[in-house]
């Protein structure tokens, strides 16, 4: 089906294929996620006749139509009629009553930023859909306007930057392995123009370049069998060097282009390297090494948590403190090890352990 460039169908619904013609499902929420009896708003631009499933209808108006929320597994809605661009079904928006006149100026709502309270920094890794990200150039980017934000590219910046400056929380973003010169720059031009004076930003390429699950650690050592062929070649790559030296160079460029795009406030753009806790020698030395020591913090990841052994042990009587306080315990003292050659690498190379 014929798209415009915000993804919503622009050549007429019902569409006509060999196939027989073509409608569109929208999926709301799975697993009943939306809580019964809410009532909601559906807003769109534009001509288009819809079926829910999920929700009853209480009034239909033009561009309007008030749904209460009666399903408790999937929650979605067909596109069974729309008109040829530009008078289109588009610009979709799902509003719970009562904030129709404020959702534009308040597009977060109060138990999500509850939640957020507590912190100093949102690392936005999994809002940008970082592992296996398919963004390489700049007009591939999810933006306010597109369809949804729940796309293979993730979140548009413009909401990230909006949520930090709501709540005064440092971001930390991550670039996708993928993007060329000109996606880079133009990222770090965005969030430069945007962000709040006030706050610093957490800049690192991609996540976990050296957990071979993701495409993007097969990407920077060229490993072509392991990610999609349309994929362009690393050129960066040199086979001399070990894998994290390779994602350290692609590090080093990332850094470059915002810290120059920053200009005066480039020491706000905080270069972190992400490394692996458990393989310090292979990927923090390769990492600081590639980078050419132009980083400002080391970030080793570390999982921990409580075995089934450990788990079954525990008495009825445990509390949630208790299972907090164990692991704690295991993290505190279990990786005491891994914790102390960071602080020798760190201190070797120079940089902090973030």
């Not at 993730?154 to 930090?164: I, P």
């Not at 965005?190 to 709040?196: A, C, E, G, Q």
């Amino acid at each position: 089906i014929p798209l415009d460039q915000n993804g919503y169908p622009n050549q007429g619904i019902p569409y006509a294929t060999s196939g027989g013609d073509q409608s569109l499902r929208f999926m709301i929420s799975a697993e009943g996620r939306l809580p019964l009896n809410h009532q909601y708003a559906f807003l769109y631009d534009g001509y288009g006749e819809f079926r829910y499933y999920g929700f009853q209808v209480d009034s239909v108006a033009p561009n309007r139509v008030v749904l209460t929320v009666t399903g408790t597994g999937n929650i979605f809605m067909h596109l069974d009629s729309s008109s040829v661009a530009p008078n289109h079904a588009r610009n979709f928006r799902l509003i719970p009553i009562g904030q129709e006149q404020t959702y534009q100026d308040e597009m977060f709502r109060p138990p999500f930023l509850e939640k957020l309270e507590p912190f100093y920094s949102i690392r936005f890794m999994d809002w940008f859909h970082t592992n296996n990200n398919p963004l390489i150039t700049w007009d591939m980017r999810a933006t306010p306007d597109s369809y949804s934000q729940a796309d293979s590219g993730g979140v548009c910046y413009e909401y990230a930057v909006a949520l930090c400056n709501r709540t005064g929380k440092h971001p930390w973003v991550t670039v996708p392995h993928l993007a060329d010169s000109t996606y880079i720059a133009n990222m770090a031009q965005l969030w430069h123009d945007s962000l709040d004076a006030a706050l610093d930003i957490w800049l690192e390429y991609s996540n976990e370049t050296w957990n071979w699950q993701f495409q993007q650690a097969q990407w920077v050592i060229q490993q072509t069998n392991n990610y999609p062929a349309h994929w362009p070649l690393n050129t960066d790559f040199d086979p001399n060097f070990n894998f994290g030296w390779n994602s350290g160079v692609k590090s080093r460029r990332v850094f470059r282009i915002w810290r120059n795009v920053w200009g005066a406030a480039s020491l706000r753009v905080k270069r972190v390297l992400g490394t692996q806790a458990a393989w310090p020698q292979a990927v923090a030395y390769g990492n600081i090494e590639g980078a050419g020591y132009e980083y400002d913090y080391l970030c080793p990841t570390w999982y921990f948590g409580i075995s089934p052994t450990e788990a079954n042990a525990f008495p009825i009587t445990t509390t949630a403190q208790d299972i907090i306080d164990t692991c704690r315990h295991k993290f505190f003292v279990d990786l005491k090890p891994d914790f102390k050659l960071h602080y020798q690498i760190v201190d070797s190379f120079g940089g902090k352990v973030a």
